[in-house]
Every structure is written in structure tokens, then in C-alpha cells.
């Protein structure tokens, strides 16, 4: 039995298909919609329209752009000889946010996962090796998420790069700050050990 009319259940629906979002979620962002004034609905549609027809990917890194090139590939003071491999546009934010790293990006949109269908001709790992290969780059991070896809694309990616010359490294993971070791489990004490480095 449907409570609502046609085109309120088609919003819900819409809403639905976000990740993360269920059916409850879904009609209070529909209710939340439906309430707005119509030009700051309009607004809202537009901005979803406007991202989809102008946002893609950058010619270099594949981070998402505007225009040809992407403002961190076109920032002359970054370091160009690395490049951090990461899997998707928000972890290139995350990254920055840090303000430690100060090198280039290479977004892979995705990971190997054979479960799923990926392979790695589904995910931008071609690119990659075509910048590389270019030259003048010294260090490739792989900063995949530490999950069976993330490890397998970065091992796989690794032994990729291996006949250029450039060393591959992996991003240090282990006990989270303020965490206590009784709560970690086993692989990521393993990893903290391994990555462990001198005082």
C-alpha cells in the first residue's frame, strides 16, 4: 500500500539510491525538499545537473575537474617527482587535509575486486603507468584502503611499476591515536609492528 502520491514515492526512490541512505532517511530528505522554497528547490537541482554536465575527470591525475587539468596538477610548487596513488576523489581531500604530503595524485576511481566484476582495466591503473613511464617520477605511495581490494590493487600496482625504477611504498598502519592495544585486533597489531620506526 503505497502512503504517498506518484511523485513523492519516485523522490523517496531517488533518495534511496544514495549510499548509506534508507527508506526513513530518504523521506526526510523528500519532505525536506518538497518544504524548500521553489527557487532554492530549483537551485538545488540545478547544482545537481550543473555538477553532472561540467565535472570530469582531470587529464593527468584523474581527480575530478572543471577543466582540462586539475588545480593540483597545475600547482608549479608541488613536488613532481611523487605521485600518491589513492582510490577515490574524497581521499585525495582527506590527504590534504593533512597538509603533510605536497606531491601529485593519481585517483584510481575504484579497486581490483574479482568478486565484483572490477578487473584492473575497470579502474585508471593504465594511466598511471603511462605517467610513470614518462619519467621523472622518483616514488609511487599506494594509499588504498588497507581492505582485501585495496591491498591486492596495490600489490598488483607495485609489481607493475617494478621495470621503471621508482620505488613503491605503502602508507604505515596501526594503533590509532588515543586507541589502546587490548582493543586491536591481530593484523593491526601485525602492521604496527611492521611499520614500526625509530625514536
Known amino acids: 500500500m503505497r502512503f504517498f502520491t506518484a511523485p513523492v514515492e519516485n ?33 538545488f537541482a540545478n547544482a545537481i545537473i550543473s555538477a553532472k554536465k561540467t565535472v570530469k575527470f582531470c587529464k593527468v591525475c584523474q581527480n575530478l575537474t572543471d577543466s582540462e587539468t586539475c588545480s593540483l596538477c597545475e600547482d608549479e610548487a608541488r613536488d613532481r617527482s611523487v605521485i600518491c596513488v589513492v582510490s577515490d576523489p574524497k581521499d585525495v581531500a582527506a590527504i590534504e587535509k593533512t597538509r603533510e604530503y605536497n606531491g601529485l595524485y593519481h585517483v584510481l576511481h575504484g579497486c581490483i575486486s574479482p568478486m565484483n566484476g572490477i578487473g584492473p582495466d575497470d579502474v585508471k591503473i593504465k594511466e598511471l603507468v603511462g605517467r610513470v613511464s614518462a619519467g621523472g617520477i622518483r616514488e609511487v605511495i599506494l594509499a588504498t584502503n588497507p581492505d582485501t581490494e585495496g591491498e591486492a590493487t596495490a600489490m598488483y ?17 596501526g594503533i590509532p591515536v588515543g586507541g589502546h592495544l587490548e582493543y586491536a585486533d591481530e593484523m593491526t597489531l601485525t602492521r604496527a609492528l611492521e611499520g614500526r620506526r625509530q625514536m
Open 11 to 43: 523522490l523517496i526512490e531517488q533518495f534511496q539510491k544514495l549510499p548509506g541512505v534508507g527508506r526513513k532517511t530518504a523521506q526526510r530528505l523528500a519532505f525536506f525538499v518538497l518544504s524548500l522554497p521553489e527557487a532554492e528547490a530549483e537551485g
Open 157 to 173: 600496482i607495485a609489481r607493475l611499476l617494478s621495470p621503471f625504477g621508482v620505488t613503491a611504498t605503502r602508507l604505515a598502519y
